[in-house]
């Protein structure tokens, strides 16, 4: 098993195990995988996918652009304008190449009214997003353009949170547990000192915090709090581990959002026969499956088990008459 941190270096792993490469005609942060390291991002994917399908996810599909108007009503265009990559039609009109999912699946959610009884709908899908980092912040699967997200949107009841985080923290301790990766708990909360950088009601913020709280102190899970770590939009539990080099990454994270169900006015309808408003729960378990493969290939070193492994058996011939 390979000891020095260089020789851990997912990077050096990567090329010696042929998974993954760069061109510099593609560009930096523009991971390019071969058919083997193809094998290993889709059992990375699978494995996700069937913890997920056990607590009753569902498939949905997006497309990798959008109208302006999306992120201008969900706040993402104003907060993050300068990340975006931008394209401009033949007619003038603005898109965006989507930096996350989770608009688009309030589009979804939000196609017809839903009865108490349907809620939650828990929805997953895989797919890449693009983020225009700067190029001196990129480095090999760690920081990139492309970024491949294993996203998961649930759209329940407020009563039914707790319940569904548990769901997503069960998934979370499942498949870093397959590995014997140890996490810490980040508590990620607003800054009180900027509050003009979150959007939404105060009172609901206290009440999403509140809950997350709940749920790691049943799970008797010890966490640090971080103010200013919260996306502007919802509270999070983000859970980080440690790579080859000891640097923490954030790798799987579970956001409670009161804020985007109101900007996209997402209700069902409660047992009274009258519109409710709904909570919405954002959970990625890889995080990135291109920083996921890079902490996993240098946690083992490459030397990774069977089920994930690209190439599981060679035969070597020890002379010429055996081939």
Known sequence: MKGTMEERDHRIIGKELDLFTFSDLVGPGLPLWT???????????????????????ERVTIPHITKKELYEKSGHWEKFAEDLF???????????????????????????????????????????????????ELGGLTRVLSITQDDAHVFCRIDQAEEELQKIWDIV???????????RLRLSLRDPKTPEKYLGDQRLWDKAEEILKRVAAANKTE?????????????????????????EWQVATIQLDVNMPERFDLTCIN?????????????????????CAAILLEHTSGNLPLWLSPTQVAVLPVGEAHK
């Open 35 to 57: 058919p083997k390291g193809t094998i290993f991002r889709d059992e990375i994917d699978r494995f996700i996918w069937e913890l997920r399908a056990a607590k009753g996810y």
């Open 86 to 136: 931008k394209i401009t039609s033949r007619d003038g009109r603005e898109y965006a190449m989507k930096p996350m999912n989770c608009p688009h699946h309030t589009q979804i959610f939000d196609r017809k009214p839903h009865s108490y009884r349907e809620m939650p709908q828990r929805y997953a899908e895989t797919t890449m997003v693009y983020r225009d980092e700067q190029s001196g």
């Open 173 to 183: 301790h499942k498949f870093y547990g397959t590995f014997g990766l140890g996490l």
């Open 223 to 247: 966490y640090f709090e971080a103010p200013g770590e919260a996306a502007f939009y919802a509270p999070k539990l983000d859970f980080m581990a440690y790579n080859a080099a000891g640097r």
């Open 271 to 291: 047992e009274k026969g009258e519109k409710e408003r709904i909570v919405m729960i954002h959970a990625a378990i890889a995080g990135a499956i291109e920083r």
